[in-house]
DNA sequence: AAGTGGTCTAGACCACCGT
DNA sequence: CGGTGGTCTAGACCACTTC
């Protein structure tokens, strides 16, 4: 993190976050943070520019930079990497390894891995508990030439957390389609609901900063605890 | 659209959706760009910046701009203001206005949009019909002193492109919230499907780019028929 | 009119990819 | 190593808000 622009961002998140501009609901003038922060006004707007695709705060020409209202917590970020450990700060998450192994990639899952038939890949069946209720059923699919090791104590902490810090992955870019259907009886029975319930369902391609495709992922979560939360900007 | 840097981006996304580079599924260097629009790099740089935020191409150091896989059509686009008419390009859509008038804000929709009790409100209620089926019910609350005026016709096409074209309104950012619901019994006729069957709800609050929220909309989507499509980036 | 963000330029150097 | 993006600087001028 020996870039400039990425150190103010998050100086100034943590700032936010703990609250350091609640009463004036205002950010610095760029012209102050460049005096604090030492550094080139393009610089700073980088930074900022950050902040506001996070959704933390919004700018008004010839006015200033202001705070968005804060989002409410327990929602689902769709725009973070960070999974429900960090989306659901407040809550007790738990998570219970229903399936993981090494498979060999069939046709339907190559063609949207872009990976050979046959290819191996990581499978893994997750359930999540918050606050001790049953919350959404994830299954994944990992390359294992990109993902080489995986194991029970890494996907029941935060796999995101390994992928990025442990195996130096660079995560670039996600497509994520959301729909909803009628439940099916297995997933109705581990998420304590009856079969023919509504589901929430994201499904997830994630793809290296260098277009590789590296996961699939599909989560059904439980329709009464789930809400997705996105923040928007239109510039 | 005086603004260099938009017409820049304008223009490499029309082309890019023409398929003028599908052959190499790659775009010109930074340098050639440079060269081709005479304009400065960070120009150029902000060009491309909205076309990756848009997610219809990626970046690689060392490597050079790529085309990211066409997203399929006929997908909700998250995060887009255009709404149903362009996210479906090869469908037919028509709107039917169930309800449309002036209203006073009681508490609740009150404190949603910031706004004293009282204020008066356009109040919408349209039913979104996709090739012959219903597709969606939309309720909008619009602030009256933002949006002074609005009749069934506008409401029958695009809401959007009135309030961006004719009243000039600088739409800056939203809030959605996704989440999924048994539909209620009225909602089930309007959509020809069964009471308690799922329903994909989005909530929207809406804000110019100077933060005043002027818009509060729920979306009610027939759970078979839409599937929302959003593509994120990690930087 | 003063304050503050938005656009644009020109140029330097660094980091990564592929040959 | 050459090609291509990524970061950073310094300075100019414009556009909008606020008083």
Request: charged share 30%.
């Amino acid at each position: 993190m020996a870039v400039k622009y990425k150190e103010i961002a998050d100086c100034l998140e943590r700032d936010i976050r703990d609250g350091k501009f609640d009463t004036a609901k205002k950010l610095p003038t760029e012209e102050e943070l460049i005096n604090n922060f030492k550094v080139s006004r393009n610089t700073i707007r980088k930074a900022i520019n950050q902040l506001v695709n996070l959704g933390l705060i919004y700018q008004v020409q010839g006015s200033g930079m202001f705070l968005r209202e804060k989002s409410i917590t327990d929602y689902i970020n769709l725009g973070s990497l960070r999974g429900l450990t960090k989306d659901l700060t407040s809550k007790i998450i738990e998570t219970k390894i229903l399936e993981l192994h090494v498979v060999t990639a069939e046709e339907e899952i190559a063609k949207q891995l872009r990976c050979e038939v046959g290819a191996n890949l990581y499978y893994i069946k997750r359930l999540r508990i918050v606050d001790k209720e049953p919350f959404s059923i994830e299954i994944s699919y990992f390359k294992k030439d990109i993902v080489p090791y995986l194991n029970e104590d890494i996907a029941s902490s935060s796999i995101y957390r390994y992928l990025i810090e442990d195996l130096k992955l660079n995560i670039g870019f996600a497509d994520k389609v959301i729909n909803c259907e009628k439940i099916g009886e297995a997933n109705a029975e581990l998420l304590l609901i009856k079969p023919l319930d509504p589901a929430l369902i994201i499904e997830n391609t994630v793809c290296l900063t260098n277009g590789t495709i590296f996961e699939l992922s599909k989560s059904v979560f439980h329709y009464e605890k789930a809400k997705i939360l996105n923040r928007i900007n239109f510039k």
